[in-house]
């Protein structure tokens, strides 16, 4: 069996500044793309906006990608991630909906308890990753990626349409709420100032529904894509600018882009599908229990300050501290296989 692996190379920077995987996924076209509720806010806040995944997104602002990599590993910064497709699943046969589609155990989630699984097809390839949350108001809270948003809404509609039909009570609402990031060491300190709950008692994967800087009705997720502590915040999209001004008071906030998020889950060691899982990985092989070889990822650390990398290689060459020769634009490196993640991660949990 083929296993993804991490490299780490020693020599100088020899890739963009721009991670590999976002310079795939970026386009120049700027017609019939999707905005999210805080389009002008990012433009007034000198947003450079790119096309990713259908969508007009900030790429990063007037900081540099690596200023602002750096602010959130040592302070915290708010992304924009409303492009995400979120749904809620509803009724008595919700859960038995969503374990005939994903890779987990459903039924086991406690009250406003998440866990990241995976939509597969007949084969076991991955068809996307999501966040399935068992709320404590009666319905499954879903956030899968914006890049497979017909595909993921297609295969979850047709899935209640066949259990409807089979007598079943199921349901699935689309929803309109712009999402945002909060990451960071300090994001927690930050946002305690503009809840009435006690965010000590709210641990990785669980989430809760709360007024935020006076904005009521937040659905709050201790969970992020940076290896970070921090907060997705789900809120009415009418209210999405309001509450990122009132983030963005605090100096220890820092607007961040498409950029920093990619290099930051890179170091985190989480994959991006599209790059590092598709249909043609099982979760096995993606190490969601990791050719002769492929690099799915890369760029260079601002943490570590060398060349860091995801890619599959043969089992064999797997081991931490193999070395193995990478080509980059026609020209090989030498490169070291590495443990994931590539920097620490700081997930919150309850002592």
């Known amino acids: 069996m083929q296993r993804a692996g991490s490299m780490m190379s020693r020599l100088g920077s020899c890739l963009q500044a721009l ?8 386009s120049s076209a700027q017609d019939v793309l999707r905005r999210t509720p805080l389009y002008d806010f990012h433009l ?10 259908g969508w007009n997104l900030p790429v990063q602002y ?8 750096l602010h ?20 008595h046969d919700r859960v038995k909906l969503m374990e005939s589609l994903v890779v987990g155990d459903i039924a086991e989630l406690k009250p406003n308890q998440g866990t990241l699984s995976l939509f597969t097809n007949e084969a076991g390839g991955i068809l996307d990753d999501l966040i399935v949350t068992n709320t404590s108001e009666g319905h499954l809270y879903v956030v899968s990626n914006a890049g497979c948003w017909e595909k993921d809404l297609t295969l979850m509609q047709d899935k209640v349409r066949e259990l409807q039909n089979m007598g079943n009570d ?5 929803m309109d709420n712009a999402l945002l990031a909060l990451q960071g060491p300090t994001a927690a300190q930050v946002l305690q100032a503009g809840v009435a709950d006690d965010l000590r008692k709210l641990p990785f994967m669980t989430s809760a529904v709360m007024e935020v800087f006076g904005v009521s009705g937040c659905r709050v997720t201790r969970c992020g894509y940076t290896g970070e502590d921090g907060v997705e915040i789900s809120v009415l999209a009418a209210e ?3 509450l990122a001004t009132a983030l963005l008071e605090n100096p220890e906030v820092k607007l961040a882009g498409l950029a920093a998020r990619d290099s930051l889950r890179l170091e985190a060691g989480l994959c991006l599908y599209g790059n590092d899982i598709d249909e043609h990985t ?9 050719t002769l070889g492929a690099v799915t990822s890369g760029c260079p650390s601002p943490c570590l300050k060398k060349n860091v990398a995801m890619g599959y290689v043969p089992y064999e060459y797997s ?33």
């Open 170 to 174: 199921v349901g699935l609402e689309v």
């Open 282 to 290: 099982t979760p096995v092989e993606g190490s969601l229990s990791w």
């Open 62 to 69: 007037r900081d540099s990608h690596v200023d602002s990599h």
């Open 72 to 91: 959130t590993r040592r302070h915290c910064s708010l992304f924009d991630v409303s492009h995400m497709l979120q749904t809620k699943i509803f009724g």
């Open 319 to 351: 081991r931490p501290g193999t070395l193995l020769l990478v080509e980059v634009r026609r020209k090989q490196q030498m490169a070291m296989v590495s443990k994931m993640p590539f920097v620490p991660t700081n997930y919150y949990t309850l002592k």
């Open 19 to 26: 991670p590999s995987a976002l310079r795939r996924s970026l």
């Open 240 to 242: 999405a600018v309001r």
């Open 44 to 53: 007034a806040h000198g947003g450079k906006m790119v096309a990713f995944a």
